[in-house]
């Protein structure tokens, strides 16, 4: 069935370098985007989310970009650091009733 | 509290037992989801109820599986006869009618011996 997928199952930086995460999803029908944060223990977190009928949002050091044409999500976090360590989930709205389907995740490791 | 609390948040089980997880959402939340997440994998959707509709059962890996929510308050998750493949930690989360924003608890990390 269509799913949401990321490419990059991990990433290390550097502290103070941008980080970017991507996510690639199926569903052409998908109108809703949201990325979560996950640290270690913790359910998790929402981060930033974007809709269809955008192509970029921003928020405090994170941005996420959408390409619908080719069905790919990115966020972006800019100056890195230590307390962005965990482990980053995409989500795809797949229907009418709020039903949020959420990709593997990617882990990311940020080095002093 | 304001936010969606699990209860255990730990539960050591031995193989063949039954297990009942507990989540209550934030109040208000019409909708309410729960996930299964083994050591360093993705979120596994389980089961999504939605107000008064028939819940999506489309993730519950077996019949060993089952879930219940009443009204829109809290929702209960047994695993009956489990196993050790069961052991992972399991999230429950809520949203509101209006949005698919999900709001996740801290999860009850289950251990079958």
């Known amino acids: 069935g269509e799913s949401v997928g990321l490419h990059l199952p991990t990433l290390s930086v550097q502290e103070g370098d941008n980080s970017i995460i991507n996510c690639a999803y199926s569903?052409?029908?998908?109108?809703?985007f949201i990325w979560y944060k996950q640290e270690s223990g913790k359910g998790p977190q929402f981060i930033i989310d974007?809709?269809?009928?955008?192509d970029k949002r921003q928020g405090q050091r994170v941005t996420v970009l959408l390409n619908k044409t080719v069905k790919h999500l990115s966020l972006q976090i800019a100056a890195t650091q230590p307390g962005d360590s965990a482990v980053y989930f995409c989500?795809?709205?797949?229907?009418?009733?709020?039903?949020?389907?959420f990709g593997a995740g990617t882990r990311l490791t940020v080095k002093p | 509290g304001a936010g969606v609390s699990q209860s255990p948040s730990n539960k050591v089980t031995e193989k063949g037992k039954d297990v009942e997880l507990r989540c209550d959402p934030i109040s208000g939340h019409t909708a309410l989801y729960w996930y299964r997440q083994r050591l360093g994998q993705g979120l596994e959707f389980l089961i999504y109820?939605?107000?008064?509709?028939?819940?999506?059962k489309s993730g519950l890996p077996s019949d060993r599986f089952s879930a219940e929510r009443t009204g829109e308050s809290v929702s209960t998750l047994t695993i009956q006869r489990t196993q050790q493949e069961d052991s992972a930690v399991y999230l429950c989360?809520?949203?509101?009618?209006?949005?698919?924003?999900?709001?996740f608890g801290p999860g009850t990390r289950l251990t079958v011996l």
């Open positions: 989360a809520s949203s509101r009618w209006t949005g698919p924003t999900q709001y």
């Open positions: 974007i809709r269809s009928n955008m």
């Open positions: 569903n052409s029908a998908s109108d809703y």
């Open positions: 109820f939605q107000g008064n509709s028939a819940p999506d």
């Open positions: 989500a795809e709205n797949i229907g009418n009733n709020n039903d949020m389907r």
